[in-house]
C-alpha cells in the first residue's frame, strides 16, 4: 500500500535533484551510446551505499542544533570509493548523489583505481566558530565511520572544507582506530601527510585542461572567471601566468572587470584580506550575473552546479567553457551552447586534477613515502593530457561533443569492470 501525502506547495526542484538529473541525462546518453542493457544502466543509475545522518552540534552558546549530513558511495566495482566533503547549506541527499556519481566516472576516466563517493552536510561554514566547525566535522565523521577507510572510501576537500577540515577527520577516525591513518582522508596539512601540490591540484589541471582544448598560445587569451575561492582563484593564477589575460572575476560577494587584465597575485591578496574581491582598487565593478555573458575567449565557471542554464545560456559568449565545478551547466544550457558552436570541456575531465592528486597523496600513505613537487606535477599533467587526449580523439571519431565522449568513456569503463567481475551471488 503506498501513502499520498497532498503536498500544499507547488512541486519545486531543488537545485540538487536538479543536479541529479543532469548526471542521470548524461549517464543515459552514453550508455545509449554503449549499447548497455536495462539491468547494467539501473545499476549505475542506483548508489550501492547512501547514508543520511543527523548530526547533533553544541552550539558555544550551549543550544543544541541538528543539522543533516550524507555520505554516498555511487560505485566501487574499480576501487574505493573517493571523493570530496561539502558542507554548504543548500546540499541534500540528491545533490550528494549526483556529485557521487560524477565522481565514478571522472576516476574512471583519468585511470585511476577508484570509485566514486561524495559526502556533505547542510550547513554554512561561516556561521560557525571553528571550535564549532571542528565538533560538528568531529560528529558527521563518528557518523558515517563504517562506512569510511584507506580501503573503502576516502574523503577529501570539496565546497566549504578545507586541510584544516581533513586533518579533523584523519584525527578523529585514527583515535578510533587506535593508531593514525594518514589514508583515510587526502587533501590534509603536509605535516600530516598531505602531498606536495594538492591544494593547487584543481587549479593546475583546469589550467593544463585550457591548454590543451585551446590548441594555440596562450599569449592574450582573455579569461573570465566565476567563483574565486579554492579552483577559480588558482585557476585564474595558473592561466594569467601561462600568458592568458584574465579580465574578470567573481565570488559570492561580487565582481571585478579590467578589460586590460587584472593583477591576479594582487587580486588574490585583496580577496584573502578582505574576504571577496569586491572592492578591489585596480578593477571596475560588475553585476555578477555580467561576469558569464562577457565577450571573451574562455569562461571557466568554478562556483556551483547550475550557474549557467537555458535562462542565460543564449548570452554566453565565450567560444572555449572550461568546467573548475562540477555540473556547472545544465543539459539545456550545454545543448545550447554546443549549437552557438562553443567548446565545452566537461567538469569530470577539466577538474579531475584534484582527485588525480588525491590519488598520488593516498599512494604516497600507503607506502609512508613521498614525492617531490616535481614528480606530483609530472604524474598530474601525464594523467591530465593523456585524458584530455583520449576524449579528444573519440569526441573526433564518432562526432560526439567532449562531455559525451568523456562520460562514453568513463561509463564504459566501469560497465566493463561490472561486466568483467560478474555478479554475486
Ligand atoms: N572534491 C573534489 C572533486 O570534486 C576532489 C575529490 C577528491 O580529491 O577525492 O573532484
Not at 565577450?295 to 565565450?318: H, K
Request: charged fraction near 20%; hydrophobic fraction near 40%.
Amino acid at each position: 500500500m503506498s501513502i499520498m501525502v497532498p503536498s500544499k506547495t507547488p512541486a519545486l526542484i531543488t537545485p540538487g535533484q536538479q543536479a541529479l538529473d543532469s548526471a542521470l541525462h548524461q549517464l543515459h546518453q552514453a550508455a545509449e551510446h554503449l549499447g548497455l542493457d536495462d539491468g547494467l544502466r539501473t545499476m549505475l543509475a542506483t548508489p550501492r551505499r547512501s547514508l543520511t545522518v543527523s548530526v547533533p552540534v553544541r552550539r558555544e552558546d550551549g543550544r543544541l542544533d541538528v543539522v543533516q549530513g550524507f555520505r554516498v558511495q555511487h560505485n566501487v566495482s574499480r576501487g574505493p570509493a573517493k571523493g570530496g566533503i561539502r558542507f554548504h547549506p543548500g546540499t541534500d541527499i540528491h545533490e550528494v548523489t549526483a556529485l557521487a556519481m560524477w565522481m565514478t566516472w571522472k576516476c574512471a576516466l583519468v585511470g585511476i583505481p577508484y570509485g566514486g563517493a561524495k559526502g556533505g552536510v547542510a550547513v554554512d561554514p561561516a556561521t560557525l566558530t571553528v571550535r564549532e566547525q571542528e565538533r560538528l566535522t568531529r560528529r558527521y565523521v563518528n557518523e558515517i565511520l563504517p562506512l569510511i577507510g584507506p580501503e573503502k572510501d576516502i574523503p577529501a576537500p570539496d565546497v566549504g572544507t578545507d586541510e584544516q577540515t581533513m586533518a579533523w577527520i584523519m584525527d578523529t577516525y585514527s583515535v578510533s582506530a587506535g593508531y593514525s591513518v594518514p589514508g583515510v582522508v587526502t587533501g590534509k596539512p603536509m605535516t600530516l601527510g598531505g602531498s606536495l601540490g594538492r591544494a593547487g591540484a584543481t587549479s593546475r589541471g583546469v589550467q593544463i585542461a585550457t591548454l590543451a582544448a585551446l590548441g594555440r598560445s596562450p599569449e592574450g587569451v582573455g579569461v573570465a572567471v566565476q567563483g574565486f575561492g579554492k579552483v577559480g582563484a588558482l585557476a585564474a593564477q595558473y592561466l594569467s601566468d601561462a600568458g592568458c589575460k584574465v579580465v574578470a572575476v567573481s565570488d559570492v560577494g561580487g565582481a571585478v572587470h579590467a578589460a586590460g587584465g587584472l593583477d591576479v597575485s594582487r587580486l588574490r591578496a585583496h580577496a584573502a584580506e578582505h574576504g571577496s574581491v569586491r572592492g578591489y582598487p585596480h578593477a571596475d565593478e560588475l553585476p555578477l550575473d555580467d561576469l558569464l555573458e562577457l565577450d571573451v575567449d574562455v569562461l571557466v565557471p568554478a562556483a556551483l552546479e547550475g550557474a549557467i542554464t537555458e535562462a542565460n545560456a543564449p548570452r554566453v559568449r565565450a567560444r572555449l567553457i572550461v568546467e573548475g565545478a562540477n555540473g556547472p551547466l545544465t543539459p539545456e544550457a550545454d545543448e545550447i551552447v554546443n549549437a552557438s558552436g562553443a567548446t565545452v570541456v566537461p567538469d569530470i575531465l577539466a577538474n579531475a586534477g584534484g582527485v588525480i592528486v588525491s590519488y598520488l597523496e593516498w599512494v604516497q600513505n600507503m607506502q609512508a613515502y613521498s614525492w617531490s613537487s616535481g614528480e606530483v606535477e609530472l604524474k598530474l599533467r601525464d594523467l591530465m593530457e593523456n585524458a584530455f587526449a583520449e576524449v579528444r580523439s573519440l569526441a573526433g571519431a564518432r562526432g560526439l561533443t567532449l562531455r559525451q565522449a568523456a562520460h562514453v568513456i568513463g561509463v564504459g569503463r566501469v560497465a566493463e569492470a561490472h561486466q568483467m567481475r560478474g555478479l554475486y551471488p
